[in-house]
RNA sequence: UCCCCGAUAGCUCAAUCGGCAGAGCGGGUGGCUGUUAACCACUAGGCUGUAGGUUCAAGUCCUACUCGGGGAGCCA
């Protein structure tokens, strides 16, 4: 067993304390009488500087300090006179565990992102990085703590359906047919031969299978991942994703919206409360409008309107948009960066679009032209939330459907579910890695995400 | 997929009108008050993304391609 100690907890350790730490060093100044290594172990943002007492250890001994370098020191905890740390670590042994070369391409300064991209194997050794992924963990943990307490029962959906979710994306087929040689029937893939019997893809949304359970468990979430065949290549779109998708019975549009901005709250809250460190180091190198960002999601009531208002909202805010908004049509992203950022400066919900261009499970409203969903905007990351109450009647589902052309015998069970003790209930999606990149500053979702998928990339 | 921008040392970048290929960091060597991306000196390190073209002369201009980034569309 390797003995150490985390420097998370290190850093709290009283003066006098012996401890063993081990980490990879960050920065290594060597001089006459004595020498320094920075060292971080990923535990927490902090590192923990390890002084070395030249008379104690040999040129030879301290020649693998080198930045990158793993290493094991035994020492005792001491008061540091220098001004950037309370505590450091005063050597009396050192074991160089993984030493490296001149190679080493982390150098002890800034790195692009896009040069940390092609290095997903050693990029979580930086700051950023390392910081990305601890608020990763806390913001997953600060969902399921969130619907745990507020009633709801996680389940989980299956990863490989029989049908494309309608309106959701391009999907990924998963076959376990030889492609080299696939069986034909008549001209066309035989998939009656294929491991399943029939077609498969990987779930685009969990949606529809989420419905039922909350029809019959009452309030349920699904935390997983999601895959898209998109060729979208842009820096808020991946191949591979994690969505949030809530589903509540007894739950119109207005509780949806209540639910989503009391989310919304807890998480920033969770993460400011928990990652205070990660939050301060985004704020200082990547958004120095965070903790105001944070502050407005905390403090402000959100924003709501409806997509009718938001459209003469728009058209008549005197702002040139390179698509002139209509009503009828779905909002560009510099409408929802508009609405969000420069009229009301805090999210913004808008509900209530026309039927035209939602889905076929939302519901009606009353007027008949538009449907109860809500989409959830917020300043310069855009679309956060897209969710809605979703329709139980049946025969306005029926004839939805089949406006949309949707095979009704592929959607009898969805159809069944209104036929029999249907109920009203709504729900939402979240896309889990742009949340992240709300709250770290991140730009582009590659760099949330330890190994993405993208469009034409593996990384 | 479309539009725009970019590619120069290991990394981050500079190179004026087309005229000798540069700096900082990182590496090595030496020096040095307990330093904080330490500092100082010296040193090694280049087929300027690839293939063509224009020119006395191309990192620089033109064409195509490859790769990277951003935007649009689609979406989360």
Wanted: a negative charge.
């Amino acid at each position: 067993m390797i003995l150490r100690e985390p420097v998370e907890s290190v850093v709290r350790r009283e003066v006098g304390c012996t401890v063993t730490v081990c980490g990879w060093i960050r920065t290594a100044r060597l001089s006459r009488t004595v020498a320094f290594a920075a060292i971080n172990d990923g535990s927490c943002a902090q590192n923990l500087q390890v002084v070395f007492d030249r008379e104690r250890f040999t040129d030879d001994s301290l020649s693998g300090l080198l930045t990158g370098a793993c290493i094991k020191v035994l020492g005792e905890i001491v008061s540091s006179p220098g001004q950037e740390q309370a505590k450091e670590l005063h050597a009396t042994s050192l074991e160089i565990i993984g030493p490296v070369d001149d190679a080493y391409p982390l150098q002890k300064k800034r790195h692009s992102l896009e040069f940390l991209r092609s290095m997903t194997h050693l990029r979580p050794r930086t700051n950023t990085f390392a910081s990305v992924f601890r608020v990763r963990h806390h913001l997953c943990l600060a969902i399921h703590r969130f619907f745990d307490d507020d009633g709801f029962y996680y389940i989980q959906p299956p990863l490989i359906t029989s049908s494309d979710c309608e309106g959701a994306g391009e999907t990924f087929q998963v076959t376990a047919l030889p492609l080299t040689q696939v069986p034909l029937k008549d001209g066309a893939v035989d998939f009656s031969r294929d491991f399943f019997r029939m077609p498969a893809f990987l779930s685009v949304s969990a949606q529809l299978e989420a419905e039922p359970l909350a029809l019959a468990l009452g309030k349920v979430y699904t935390f997983g991942p999601t895959f898209r065949a998109d060729p979208s290549d842009t820096r808020t779109h991946v191949a591979e994703f994690w969505m949030i998708e809530p589903e509540m019975a007894f739950f119109d549009l207005e509780d949806t919206m209540n639910l989503i901005e009391r989310f919304m709250k807890h998480c920033v809250r969770y993460v400011a409360e928990r990652c205070p460190d990660e939050v301060a180091f985004f704020q200082k190198h990547y958004e120095p409008g965070l903790t105001e960002r944070y502050r407005t999601i905390l403090e402000s009531e959100f924003e709501r309107i409806t997509y009718t208002e938001a459209v003469e909202t728009l058209a008549s805010s005197g702002a040139r948009f390179e698509t002139v908004p209509r009503w009828g049509e779905d909002f560009s992203s510099e409408h929802q960066r508009y609405l969000a950022g420069e009229v009301f400066g805090k999210p913004v919900f808008v509900t209530d679009f026309p039927a035209s261009i939602k889905p076929f499970y939302m519901r009606v409203n009353a007027d008949g032209t538009t449907v109860a969903g809500v989409d959830l905007f917020a300043p310069v990351v855009g679309e956060l939330v897209g969710g809605s109450q979703r329709e139980e009647r049946l025969a306005h589902l029926g004839r939805r459907a089949q406006e949309a052309g949707i095979d009704m015998e592929t959607y009898r069970w969805y159809l069944e579910l209104r036929r029999w003790g249907s109920a009203p209930h709504s729900g939402f999606g979240l896309g889990f890695d742009r949340m992240l990149m709300y709250l770290t500053g991140m730009e582009n979702i590659r760099d949330v995400i330890p190994y993405p998928r993208a469009f034409g990339k593996m990384y």
